[in-house]
Structure formats: structure tokens, C-alpha cells
Nanobody
Framework: QVQLVESGGGLVQVGGSLNLSCVAS????????MAWYRQIPGNQRELVAR???????KWQDAVKDRFAISRNNARKTVFLQMNKMEPSDTGVYFC???????????????WGRGTQVTVSS
């Protein structure tokens, strides 16, 4: 069974910074893409950033100049450094990872339970 656990969320003032982490654990043969999504109440979950094993990143345009995503493949961890935060960044941030549990399996997208981020003005 694969688990993704996010940490690092909390309350921050406008212009401040937070660093989110997400660790994958369990039966894991391979992790392809890892990503961060966020969900604002009343809205659909939206992609913040996705990173592949080589470090290539796909960004949401609204954050690409303020946020940074990175990963440590050996530690099965993905990070999201959020800077110059704005009230519109408020939401629940979810980690996802495309995981194959054994060499015979196709990758499937797995999700964490999310961590709340609140930016106060």
C-alpha cells in the first residue's frame, strides 16, 4: 500500500513563505511524475506544478515566478517552496505521485490527504 503524507502547511502573512514536503512510503518500485495541486473552497482541484524524474517542470502560470518545486528521488520526496505568497494562494494543497508498486505494474496516480495553507492579509 502506498501512502503520501504532506507537511509544512499553516498560516502565513501576505508576502511570506512556506515550504511544503510530501513523502511517499509503502510498496514502491518506481515513481514517475510527482506534483502539487491545490483546492480552494467551491473550486475544482488545480495543478500548481508537476515534476518528472529528470526535473522537468510543468507550471501553473500564476505561481511559476514565485514558487519552486523540487524532488529527491532517493527519499521519494517532493517539495514546494512558496514565496511572495498572496491571499489567492489560500487552499488545501495536495501531493500526487505516479507510482508503480512492482516491476509488473503500470503506474497509477496516488494522492495525499492534503495540508491547509492560509495566507492572511
Amino acid at each position: 500500500q502506498v501512502q503520501l503524507v504532506e507537511s509544512g502547511g499553516g498560516l502565513v502573512q501576505v508576502g511570506g513563505s512556506l515550504n511544503l514536503s510530501c513523502v511517499a512510503s509503502g510498496t514502491i518500485f518506481r515513481i514517475n511524475d510527482m506534483a502539487w495541486y491545490r483546492q480552494i473552497p467551491g473550486n475544482q482541484r488545480e495543478l500548481v506544478a508537476r515534476i518528472d524524474r529528470s526535473g522537468k517542470v510543468k507550471w501553473q502560470d500564476a505561481v511559476k515566478d514565485r514558487f519552486a518545486i523540487s524532488r529527491n528521488n532517493a527519499r521519494k520526496t517532493v517539495f514546494l517552496q512558496m514565496n511572495k505568497m498572496e491571499p489567492s494562494d489560500t487552499g488545501v494543497y495536495f501531493c500526487s505521485a505516479d507510482v508503480a508498486e512492482t516491476y509488473k505494474d503500470y503506474v497509477r496516480e496516488r494522492w495525499g490527504r492534503g495540508t491547509q495553507v492560509t495566507v492572511s492579509s
